[in-house]
């Protein structure tokens, strides 16, 4: 085994200093490449542009009418009408040449036809309605700087002025590689241990905002004397080059050695998280960077280097990155020795931009999908507190958190086809949900950190819902939207090989549980209690998952043997069902916020006959009294 | 002549609705296809995507380590180290697969190893460092809903999750139709009477932007058949048609008729201006707009029309439009016919943003080019007085006009080296320069809508630029910053083949002169009345121009025998140049204008040999002071 397990990690800012100054002589000698204008919209002008000719390049009638020597209409007023000579005027259109002896253009609105020629009221000036020479462009005038991004206006300009190729800076190319001999395409079919290819076209994706041009390789092998020359090959034929992964100090990562041997590595290891393995480097001419594997950490690395080198490369203005302070749902605990990208979803509730951390695995993408940005968390910092300031790096082309309609709690199904026909329907009306349990969703609503609260709480006296609220709340305090009756059982494989019946079955079989604070984990407890089973008799009762989907497809996928969940799920991964209970998923809801545009239109949508039908198309849903609202208490 | 002179105008507001109206059907039926996801950054999904396989599809191990059942770590700690027995733990790497009867994975760094094993001082709990089924994506979960536009990180999302095709709307196929027999190639050389054809590609960007698909068709002669055949093929083949030009009502204007022969005309005509004789239309379900000729009235009805249109076809959010409220610093007149575009550029002085107008030809182009948007005056309103508030529609990717340092006043190509030189070494001084000739800079510095006035005004005394600046200042309001001294002189044709010698010849040739308020129409009236030369004597001296370059052009597609300017204008255009008197080209500017940056900065380029020697290099100019601050008065 030899793996050098510590990297010595760089302050990011840092290592931005020092693979700036590295690559200095790159970023001061431009390449310049000559095009056809008619193919350079958003290019960037790498040597100032004068115009080759004029437009108009005679002078020409600015409208419909006739020419004529404008002394001839002199003296021609309103009481004084002039009959013209046909011999002395000429009939022409907008755009027409206007030349000796002719001087001026009467427009047709002002012609009167006679039969003896056309008659006039009105004197005209010289050069009246005539469009001089260079009217729109001079030539050899000044049109464009270098350094100016081209603009559809301005290539329509540069055909009119004559210049019909132009200097503008190269286009970068840049090599995408991704390595790994346990990675594979993503149209294979993938075995036990495979990883599916996916990073590659998130980098191309971005790259191409930044306008690079890009080729993805096909994957390598982990085999060094393989990346040594493919690295070396792509070094005389990019601009830019990015390898991934076998950028950490594992036993395959032969990254930074390859690098090293044809080139320079600057820095191996940042002191960030995630994104920890990157690697900065260059071999010749062509800057080289070296990605960490998992989705998170490569999305990271990608964006603070790979980036803004590819715009600093093309002569791009940075992209402008926005930047929002909000205040975290929950505390951020972090290391001292890292700066840490928190994933999070923004909200605003009563005037405050509410900021609710994501999942932190380096390897969940969903969760940078899911967010509105990064909260960005230095690296001096022992983390965040509860309800205090956290500044979030929005993600570009975020849509407007602030019509968000945010729901913190319990995960059901409907709330994704209330999401999809609210896309279809409202797209303004955007659902932000975080799936923390009913409980969870409780205590964010009692923090004001939500605008709904979905909830399946079964109290002690049989009734759901009711009770947890009155625990937290004033009975005026808070209602309950009505959502839906849902059947909750039991998951088992496919024929239910085990024969599971019951709870009572549970002991002898291998369970997959739910989150505490879950509903579902709360109504398996009630039913443990009510039969006065041990729950450590149990195996994997402390195995926890937190979606229904999660347990059907920890089910199908035979890590477990029985799990509990909604019917929907057991549907959608192909278990089996034994029903158990008709539970009540509602909403529950400060009154202050039942004027929130947002909530009326949810509550819309619970009742539309159309969305009810959908929800039921899943199975093991009914709808009762969907969308009314119930105050609590007595 | 069959002219229909008057088109019935349609307010612009009513003319969106009626043509909304009338689309419904086609905006109502979304086309979809199925693409491969690899291709669909951008694209917008049609039909909500659910994951087809889980991310990690089997239990992975996290980070690289050793695998194992979590029970034989049990009571290791600190004070109890435990060694484990080789043959309980598999060393893996992160993505390995963790499967019975391993559920743990101890982190290289917790594993040190001895000659008897792997020892560790710490108990791990079963599913330590393992990333369960699903943990990034769960088969089965809603992964975008209808209408999201695909991002970088959506796509490589997809690819994991399985889903390798998927199903977009269709993307709007627009056809680009440019008409006239008078229009040309930009490629063809152009006679006199031909119009060079550059809207297309003005529409084609734009139409890029909105990411449709776009064909730009061959310019299509004035034939009425042609025209007809062309728009019902295209309507089969096309989403979107937009045919340049023919839509005013002029003798050849065959484009109403011809889409009226196949469809429908539902607006012909609106009351904006430029933009006036625009058409509304449709054949079978493809819309048609005529498009305006002129390149000002073409982009406003492009603008206003097709853009928000293939937005909605496509399905993607229309593209965000700014506006800005600003000072006008001139009066607008405008008729209470029709809602009127002012292009107009914008500056920060004093923290007032003023509106300086630009040319109002709907044939100036470069106008739209130059500013920075349009300001809009309403339908009923006669206008906007100076110094009143004005609304400005900002173009998309203006650039930010609160840095630019604004310049109001006499035109100089240094002035363009200027802008050149900054946009190399420091972009972020961006000048903004309107040319309205000396005392039309002064007028500007006066009302404080300009940081520096560039003039050229030769004093009673002889001396430049004093008197005109002490007329209108006190002494300790302004200073004058020293610019350049240049050569002023007479441009004649190349070889001077009519003898011009001096101002004395004048009155036999044909002349062509500056505008009132320029330093070098100031200069010539001067001379004149010095030697009592009669101003009514010279042919042309009513035919104003407002640059040096457009009378050096004039000069030289011989529209006029002489003109007065400076050397490097004559120099640019191949004219003979004789010279008349040195001049100092100078910058006024507020006392407190100076610690302005780009101001200060301005001065620094002034100085610069560099620069110098550009200009120098232009011919007829020498540097004496530059960048001197001298303070004026007694």
Same mark, same amino acid.
């Given at each position: ?12 800012? &840092? ?26 919209? *958003? ?52 755009? !027409? ?54 603009? #559809? ?85 990019? !601009? ?16 930074? @050695? ?6 320079? =590595?600057? =820095? ?6 995630? *994104? ?6 260059? +071999? ?45 749902? @929950? ?22 931009? =509410?900021?609710? #951390? ?30 205090? @300031? ?17 729901? +913190? ?5 409907? +709330? ?42 079964? *109290? ?22 009505? *959502? ?45 209690? &009510? ?7 149990? @195996? ?45 998923? !509602? ?36 709808? !009762? ?10």
């Amino acid at each position: 085994m030899t793996r050098h397990l510590y990297l010595k990690t760089t302050d990011i800012d &840092e290592a931005k200093r020092i693979y700036n100054n590295a690559l200095a002589d790159i970023l001061k000698t431009p390449k310049i490449e000559t095009i056809p204008t008619q193919q350079a919209y *958003g290019r960037v002008v790498a040597k100032a542009i004068y115009a080759k000719r004029s437009s108009p390049f005679y002078p020409s009638a600015a409208m419909d009418g006739i020419m004529i020597d404008a002394k001839k209409t002199q003296g021609a007023n309103e009481h004084h009408p002039l009959i013209l000579d046909p011999l002395d005027y000429v009939e022409i259109d907008t755009g !027409d040449p206007v030349l000796d002896p002719y001087d001026a253009v009467i427009m047709a609105e002002d012609c009167i036809k006679t039969d003896y020629g056309i008659q006039i009221i009105k004197a005209h000036v010289p050069w009246e309605n005539v469009r001089p020479i260079g009217e729109d462009i001079v030539e050899g005038e000044l049109l464009f700087t270098v350094n100016h991004v081209l603009r #559809p206006m301005d290539i329509s300009v540069l055909m009119a002025a004559g210049q019909l190729e132009i200097n503008v800076f190269k286009q970068v190319r840049l090599a995408i590689i991704p390595t790994g001999t346990e990675i594979i395409e993503a149209h294979a079919h993938p075995q036990l241990g495979d990883i599916i290819e996916s990073n590659s076209y998130l980098f191309k994706g971005m790259a191409l905002e930044a306008k690079a041009d890009v080729e993805r390789f096909p994957i390598l092998k982990d085999d060094y004397d393989l990346i040594v020359n493919t690295l070396d090959k792509a070094a005389d034929d990019f !601009d830019v080059i990015c390898i991934n992964a076998g950028s950490s100090a594992g036993r395959e990562d032969f990254t930074s @050695k390859a690098i090293q041997s044809l080139g320079e =590595v600057y =820095v191996h290891g940042l002191a960030i998280k995630p *994104g920890k393995p990157a690697i900065l480097g260059r +071999i010749r001419s062509t800057p080289v960077i070296g990605i960490p594997g998992f989705p998170v950490s490569a999305h990271i690395v990608f964006s603070e280097f790979v980036v803004p080198l590819l715009y600093q490369l093309n002569h791009l203005p940075q992209a402008k990155v926005d930047y929002v302070d909000a205040i975290s749902t @929950k505390r951020i605990v972090s290391s001292l020795k890292y700066k840490e990208y928190i994933r999070v979803k923004l909200g605003q509730v009563n005037d405050r931009i =509410v900021a609710s #951390p994501l999942a932190r695995g380096a390897g969940v993408m969903m969760s940078v999908v899911r967010s509105d940005g990064y909260a960005l968390i230095d690296q001096n910092s022992e983390g965040i507190e509860m309800n205090e @300031k956290v500044v979030v790096r929005l993600n570009p082309g975020h849509h407007d958190f602030k019509q968000s309609l945010v729901m +913190i709690g319990s995960h059901d199904m409907m +709330i994704d086809v209330a999401q999809d026909f609210l896309a279809q329907h409202s797209p303004e009306h955007f659902i932000s949900s975080s799936h923390v349990g009913s409980f969870g969703g409780l205590m964010a609503l009692k923090r004001k950190e939500c605008h709904l609260a979905p909830i399946h709480l079964l *109290g002690s006296d049989g009734i759901y819902n009711q009770e947890a609220l009155l625990q937290l709340f004033k009975a005026d305090e808070v209602v309950l939207i009505k *959502g839906i009756q849902r059947i909750q059982g039991l998951l088992v494989a496919k024929g239910n090989p085990l024969n599971i019946k019951s709870i009572e079955d549970l002991p002898r079989v291998h369970y997959v549980n739910r989150q505490r604070g879950a509903g579902t984990r709360v109504l398996l407890d009630h039913l443990l209690k &009510e039969k006065k089973m041990d729950p450590t008799s149990i @195996k994997g009762y402390e195995h926890e998952l937190s979606t229904h989907l999660a347990v059907a497809s920890a089910i199908q996928n035979k890590s477990a043997d029985c799990g509990m969940g909604v019917y929907s799920a057991a549907q959608t991964m192909g278990c089996d069902f034994i029903e158990i209970a008709e539970e009540a998923y !509602d909403f529950a809801c400060r009154v202050e916020d039942l004027n929130h545009p947002s909530v009326i239109r949810f509550i819309q949508v619970l009742k539309d006959p159309e969305f009810q039908a959908s929800v039921l198309a899943l199975g093991g849903y009914r709808f !009762d009294q969907a969308g009314e609202v119930k105050t609590i208490g007595r």
